[in-house]
């Protein structure tokens, strides 16, 4: 698609934060009002539109995307996203180890439980680490004290947790991701720690790499948005 506009404004409204092509508010791909909490966040999404050239590109538009989400999707009935990130608290990546003599248990301890224990402390958790191929259900406490961290999340907050989480493997890292001060790089290494492992052994793909490097954008685009909401 071509560039249809020229102009690109914000202004706050009573509702919130809006941005303008040519002065026309823009819409949510639902079609309700694209309003959002933030100073910060429309400035974001302001300058998606801003920075495209003669032809649009959608997937460029990370912000935006994100934005109309949290309206469209998550505003309207936020306990489906409540109850997919749940479910990441039963296959946590950072929970489930190698076995206790492979080099890479240790590795997995030095780099995880760091991350583990700091979420643990501050949600009032306990998260089981599992070696092996055996499951076993977080108890019923962690999970409700897990669903009253997430039913208290405003729509935006939710869904970029819903896709730090997603992205990393992990409800921890997901939540790690949220705290002002979260180092966004270490996060995403620890996400990927098996992935490195197995490329430093064998080798690393091209195309792989690739898939890695669009999947860390994403996920660095998705802690910026928690952080202008």
Same mark, same amino acid.
């Given at each position: 698609m071509k560039r249809f506009y020229k102009d690109v404004t914000t202004a706050r409204t009573e509702q919130g934060w809006i941005v303008s092509l040519d002065e026309r508010p823009l819409k949510t791909q639902g079609g309700q009002p694209q309003v959002v909490p933030s100073e910060a #966040? *429309?400035?974001?999404?302001?300058a998606e539109w801003r920075e495209q050239g003669e032809v649009i590109e959608p997937a460029s538009f990370r912000h935006r995307d994100m934005a109309d989400y949290a309206?469209?999707? $998550?505003?309207?009935?936020?306990?489906? $996203? *409540? !109850?997919? @990130? @749940?479910?990441?608290?039963e296959t946590d990546t950072l929970c489930f180890r190698s076995d206790p003599e492979d080099p890479?248990?240790?590795?997995?301890?030095?780099m995880w439980d760091p991350i583990l224990e700091t979420m643990e402390a501050r949600e009032g958790v306990k /998260?089981?680490?599992?070696?092996?191929?055996?499951?076993?259900p977080q108890t019923a406490d962690t999970r409700e004290k897990l669903r009253a961290r997430l039913e208290a999340l405003d729509?935006?907050?939710?869904?970029? /947790?819903?896709?730090?989480?997603?992205?990393?493997?992990? #409800?921890?890292?997901? /939540?790690?991701? /949220?705290?002002?001060?979260?180092?966004?790089?270490?996060?995403w290494n620890a996400a990927n720690l098996e992935e490195d492992w197995?490329?430093?052994?064998?080798?690393?793909?091209?195309?792989? !790499?690739e898939r890695r490097t669009r999947r860390k954008s994403d996920f660095l685009a998705a802690?910026?948005?928690a952080r202008a909401v």
């Amino acid at each position: 698609m071509k560039r249809f506009y020229k102009d690109v404004t914000t202004a706050r409204t009573e509702q919130g934060w809006i941005v303008s092509l040519d002065e026309r508010p823009l819409k949510t791909q639902g079609g309700q009002p694209q309003v959002v909490p933030s100073e910060a #966040l *429309v400035e974001r999404i302001a300058a998606e539109w801003r920075e495209q050239g003669e032809v649009i590109e959608p997937a460029s538009f990370r912000h935006r995307d994100m934005a109309d989400y949290a309206l469209d999707v $998550v505003s309207a009935d936020s306990s489906e $996203v *409540v !109850e997919k @990130l @749940l479910g990441y608290a039963e296959t946590d990546t950072l929970c489930f180890r190698s076995d206790p003599e492979d080099p890479l248990y240790r590795r997995q301890q030095e780099m995880w439980d760091p991350i583990l224990e700091t979420m643990e402390a501050r949600e009032g958790v306990k /998260l089981h680490r599992i070696s092996g191929i055996l499951h076993r259900p977080q108890t019923a406490d962690t999970r409700e004290k897990l669903r009253a961290r997430l039913e208290a999340l405003d729509p935006f907050t939710l869904t970029a /947790l819903e896709q730090t989480t997603s992205l990393s493997a992990s #409800l921890c890292i997901g /939540l790690e991701a /949220l705290q002002e001060n979260a180092d966004a790089e270490a996060l995403w290494n620890a996400a990927n720690l098996e992935e490195d492992w197995q490329a430093d052994l064998w080798g690393r793909d091209e195309e792989a !790499e690739e898939r890695r490097t669009r999947r860390k954008s994403d996920f660095l685009a998705a802690i910026a948005f928690a952080r202008a909401v």
